[in-house]
Nanobody, 126 residues
Framework: QVQLVESGGGLAQPGGSLRLSCAASGFAFRTYFMSWVRQAPGKGLEWVSGINMDSTDTHYADSVKGRFTISRDDAESTLYLQMNSLKSEDTARYYC???????????????????RGQGTQVTVSS
């Protein structure tokens, strides 16, 4: 059974930083592309960032490029998202997401990452 448990969210001031973590279990983590997606109040799911199996390829939404960094630790089956220079528009619930199939996924397409955790809330406000 796929389990994805996010943590690390909270309240941050504009310009501040947070680091999200996602503990994965129930599947062979190292064989899947992974992503972070988010949902702001009243809006749909937005793909934020993704990483391939061996961390050689990462992609970011234009809205977070240069501010967020995705990484993974396959030995610990954990996905991370370092968020710097936070803005109020980053306020959302953030979800760790697994690709539907092992081996490959189209980074940037939220539909290719249907398995998600319960999310962690990030609020950016002064």
């Amino acid at each position: 059974q796929v389990q994805l448990v996010e943590s690390g969210g909270g309240l941050a001031q504009p310009g501040g930083s947070l680091r999200l973590s996602c503990a994965a279990s129930g599947f062979a983590f190292r064989t899947y592309f992974m992503s972070w997606v988010r949902q702001a109040p009243g809006k749909g799911l937005e793909w934020v960032s993704g990483i391939n199996m061996d961390s050689t390829d990462t992609h970011y939404a234009d809205s977070v490029k240069g501010r967020f960094t995705i990484s993974r630790d396959d030995a610990e089956s954990t996905l991370y998202l370092q968020m710097n220079s936070l803005k109020s528009e980053d306020t959302a619930r953030y979800y760790c997401a697994r690709a539907e199939r092992s081996g490959w996924a189209r980074l940037g397409d939220v539909r290719q990452f249907p398995y998600r955790g319960q999310g962690t809330q990030v609020t950016v406000s002064s």
